[in-house]
């Protein structure tokens, strides 16, 4: 199926407005992220949030690689999107200090 990459913008955000709506109803947000990725999906999007949490803490690049048996470009993504300190990342983690 191919689709309309115009429309790809406004499909994105939508999804964010969705997200925004059932935020704080952890059983929903489990609920809609097993319906709408594939397990293979879930799962990178997991390793993911735990290679910058790992990052955040000050832990070295080579260990997590280490630790989660990632490659080290998709260490090194997590690390450049951390050094944009007014980047999603940083604000979420000041958000989760609270």
Do not use: C
């Amino acid at each position: 199926m191919k689709h309309i990459s115009k429309k790809i913008p406004e499909y994105k955000q939508e999804l964010v407005e969705v997200f925004s709506k059932i935020v704080g109803n952890k059983e929903l947000m489990a609920l809609f992220l097993k319906d709408i990725l594939t397990p293979n999906e879930f799962e990178t999007l997991s390793l993911r949030w735990q290679i910058v949490k790992k990052l955040h803490k000050g832990d070295k690049q080579r260990d997590v690689v280490g630790e989660l048996g990632l490659g080290m470009s998709t260490v090194t993504r997590g690390s450049r999107m951390l050094r944009n300190k007014n980047g999603g990342f940083n604000i979420v983690f000041k958000k989760l200090e609270k």
